[in-house]
C-alpha cells in the first residue's frame, strides 16, 4: 500500500473515532507533506534513515518536529494494527524535547489598554480635516472576545466552536481536544459583554457565537487577525489568542485558584503545564514576600 491511499484509510479510521475536523485536518496535512517527500514508496518499504532524514530537513521548533513525530506514530500504529506493515518505524527514533519557553503574561495594564482601543479608532486625518476618531463597530464583539478568553483561559479552537446553546447562567459548555468536552466557569462580567454582543443579532441555539464582520464562524486565523488588530490600536505588541490562556491561568494561581481546579478547567490530562504555571505564580509570591515580609522591611536579623 501506498502512502497516498494509507493516509485516506487513516483518515477513515480517525473520522470513525470521531476527531475533530481540525486534528483530522492537522493529520492530513502532515502525513501529505510527509509523503510529498517520498514521492511513491510503499508503506512497507519506509524505514528509520527515511524518517529521521525528513525529520532532520525540516526548519521548525523542537515541539513542531516532535508534534510531527507524534502523527507520524498515530499513523504507524493504525498501519501495524492493519497489517499494513510489520515495524513501527517511527518508534525506533526518539523525538527532540521541546524548548521550554518562557511564559509571559498579559498585563492588566496591557488589557485595559485594549479594551479601550475596541471603542473607538485611531486618529486619522482626511484631506482638508482636522484629525478625528469613529466609534468601531465591531467593538462590542471584540471587547467581549477579550473578556471571554481572560475569564476562561479557553484554547483558540475551543473558542471558535462555541454555539448560543453554549453559553449558559452556569458556565460555558466547552468541546475539547479529543472529544472531551467540560464546563467552564464564567463571571458575571463576561456574561455581560457576551449578552451585549450576541444581542445585537437574533441568534439560534445552533449559531456560533462569535462571527467575523461577514457573520461567519470565527477561525483560529480570523481570531489572531482581530486579536492582533486591537493590540496593534492599543499600542501593545505579542499578543495572540494562546496568550490569554496562559494569562488566566497564571492570574487564577496568583488569586489563590488550586492546581486542581486549574486543570479541570483547561481541560489538561496531566498535571505537567499547570505546574509550570505553578511555578510562574510561585516566583512572584516570593518577589511580593521579599517586599513586603515586616522581617525584611525592618531589618531584623540585619545585624
Request: with cysteine; charged share 25%; glycine share 6%.
Amino acid at each position: 500500500m501506498y502512502m497516498s491511499q494509507g493516509i485516506q484509510e487513516f483518515l477513515e479510521h480517525k473520522r470513525a473515532e470521531r476527531l475533530s475536523p481540525r486534528t483530522l485536518e492537522d493529520y492530513e496535512g502532515t502525513l501529505q507533506r510527509f509523503a510529498n517527500v517520498l514521492d511513491k514508496t510503499e508503506i512497507k518499504n519506509i524505514d528509520i534513515k527515511d524518517i529521521r532524514k525528513y525529520l532532520a530537513s525540516l526548519s521548525v521548533s523542537k515541539k513542531r518536529v516532535k508534534n510531527i513525530h507524534i502523527t507520524l506514530s498515530s499513523f504507524w500504529t493504525w498501519a501495524v494494527n492493519e497489517n499494513v506493515c510489520d515495524i513501527h518505524v517511527p518508534r525506533l527514533i526518539k523525538p527532540p524535547k521541546p524548548e521550554k519557553r518562557i511564559v509571559v503574561p498579559i498585563t492588566k495594564f496591557e488589557i485595559e489598554a485594549m479594551l479601550g482601543a475596541t471603542e473607538i479608532s485611531l486618529p486619522y486625518k482626511r484631506a482638508g480635516k482636522r484629525l478625528t476618531q469613529i466609534p468601531l463597530k465591531n467593538g462590542f464583539r471584540d471587547k467581549a472576545i477579550i473578556f471571554f478568553l481572560l475569564d476562561t483561559g479557553v484554547r483558540a479552537s475551543e473558542f471558535c466552536q462555541l454555539r448560543m446553546g453554549d453559553v449558559t447562567r452556569s458556565g460555558a459548555f466547552v468541546h475539547g481536544k479529543g472529544a472531551k468536552d467540560r464546563i467552564v466557569p464564567l463571571s458575571q462580567q463576561t456574561r455581560e459583554r457576551v449578552h451585549a454582543y450576541t444581542s445585537l443579532l437574533k441568534r439560534a441555539a445552533k449559531d456560533f457565537v462569535f462571527l467575523t464582520q461577514n457573520n461567519d464562524p470565527l477561525t483560529r486565523d480570523s481570531l489572531r487577525e482581530i486579536i492582533t488588530r486591537v493590540a496593534k490600536r492599543a499600542g501593545v505588541s505579542h499578543i495572540h489568542p494562546h496568550k490569554f490562556r496562559h494569562t488566566f491561568a497564571i492570574n487564577f494561581l496568583r488569586n489563590g485558584g488550586d492546581i486542581f481546579s486549574l486543570q479541570m478547567i483547561l481541560g489538561h490530562e496531566t498535571l505537567d503545564m499547570v505546574k509550570r504555571y505553578l511555578a510562574i505564580a510561585q516566583l512572584d509570591i516570593q518577589s511580593a514576600h521579599r517586599k513586603a515580609s515586616p522581617i525584611i522591611g525592618w531589618g531584623l536579623g540585619s545585624s
